[in-house]
Structure formats: structure tokens, C-alpha cells
């Protein structure tokens, strides 16, 4: 098996990554079935257009079928999961899948931190299960992080890199550890960034303009965490925390008060910085 037998896609949530995986796909000319609640749905597709150039929309709209019957990904040849970050949520998702996917199916996770091994128990074939961990937002970011759990295949590693290849995203090829590299790295800045502002050493907007211009950062830490959403932030690093026992990942009581307040980030209009109403 090679990435071009891969005719169709499934992709189970249709939240923020969800809808941005399903909408870099239908770009590439695959057929994609969004799975998520009715009312999820409905959100998605108007925001996935607004992020579509209308001369290609037509196509797009064309490639997305939506259902909320999880039974519809069974002809599908890849099957990407990207629900929420709970142990929970994704078990019903696997075992669920196990039962309805053809043997030949590859099944992938986007997450972001839990570990693919983890995972591996609740699917039934965990030699055709790795991450594929896209950036977001996955239209513009090129990064899909393609990682390897305990059991997975070489072949199951060769079709997903093939795959992000054909979709013109770049694979790293990671081993399977908490958070993977790119949160690990991601993570361990956000959360000395947030230490230095908690410290007084610096205001957010200094420690912002060093990584910028200083770094060549595209976007300063304490943005991007507001960017991210602070409630993302905030789960992740506290499950890094706990799953490594190092302190660089401890969320610091400012964090913990804006996401307790309700103040995420760019999404809420107000996190760390206060963002004019759109």
C-alpha cells in the first residue's frame, strides 16, 4: 500500500483543526467526510469557506460531505481523528472506528500531546495507528508532525508521509513521547515566557518584540499562546507537567486566572491582550 491507494478521507471533528484538515484535503482534489454534531457542522462550513479563495470554493464545497453518522468513513482510506483532548472522548472515537473501518485502513490522530501508544490500545489493529499532528491552521502552516507509536508500521508511516507530501505540507518523522517535539519545544518557551512576565522582568509586549525581532519569530510567545487559545495552553501544559514532572511546563497563576475568567485569548476577545470586537 502506498499513499496514492489513499482515495478518501475521513476526519471525525469538525472543530478548529478538524475543519482546517478538511478543507486542506478538498484543496488537493481528495473527497472528505466530516463527522461532528449537527450543530458543529453547521458552524464549519461557513468558516471554512470564509477561509477559502471563492474562485475555489465551488470545489471545495463539492469534496466536503458532512454527516454526523460516523458509520459514513467506512470507504474511507484514511481516517483522521481531531476531536478534543480528552482520554475519553477519543477511546469512544477508536473503538468506535474499529468496528466500522475496513482492514486496510489507516487510522491517525492530530493530537497534540497525548501519547500514541496511549492510544494504540483502544484501536484494533495499532500497527496501522500513528499521529499525524497538523499545525495550525493547517491551510498555511506547512508542518504535519508524523508520529510513530510503539507498534505502527513503516508502511503506515510511509503512506501518512507520502500523504502530507502530496498535500505539499513537510513530515517530520518523531518518536512517541509526551507533547512529541514540536509542543515539548513549543511549550517549555511559552512557559518561560510566561514565567518571565509573571517575574515583572519584562511587560508582554517586550518579551514579544525579542522573540520578533530578536529570534525572527513570526509572532511574539505571549501572542501566539492568545493565538492558540489560552484554555488549549493551559490543558496541554498541565499535561505535560504531569505526564514529564518537569517544572518548565507548571502553568503559571496568571494562566490559570485568565482561562478561570473566561479570558482565552483572540477567540474570547480578551486573553493576555485585549483585542477590538469583530
Known sequence: MTFRDIK???IIGAGTMGRGIAQVFALFNYPVVLIDRESVLGVAIP????????????????????DTDMKRVR?????????????????EVFASLSSIC??????????????IGELARFV???????????????KVMKLVEVVRGPETSDETIE??????????????IVGDTPGFVSNRLLFALLGEAFRVLESGVATKASIDTVMKYGMNHPMGPIELADFMGLDICLHIMEFLHKSL???KY?????????????????????????????
Open 8 to 10: 478518501k478521507v475521513g
Open 47 to 66: 468558516k471554512i469557506k470564509e477561509r477559502t479563495a471563492p474562485e475555489l470554493w465551488d470545489k471545495v464545497r463539492s469534496l466536503i460531505t458532512t
Open 75 to 91: 470507504d474511507c482510506g484514511l481516517i483522521i481523528e481531531a476531536v478534543y483532548e480528552e482520554l475519553d472522548v477519543k477511546k
Open 102 to 115: 475496513a482492514p486496510t485502513a489507516i487510522i491517525a490522530t492530530n493530537t497534540s500531546a497525548i501519547p
Open 124 to 138: 484494533k489493529d495499532p500497527s496501522r495507528f500513528a499521529g499525524m499532528h497538523f499545525m495550525n491552521p493547517p
Open 159 to 172: 503512506v501518512i508521509e507520502g500523504l502530507a507530501r502530496a498535500i505539499e505540507k513537510v513530515p517530520a
Open 245 to 247: 514532572g518537569d517544572d
Open 250 to 278: 507548571r502553568p503559571t497563576e496568571e494562566l490559570k486566572t485568565l482561562v478561570k475568567e473566561g479570558k482565552l485569548g483572540r477567540k474570547t476577545g480578551e486573553g493576555f491582550y485585549r483585542y477590538a470586537a469583530r
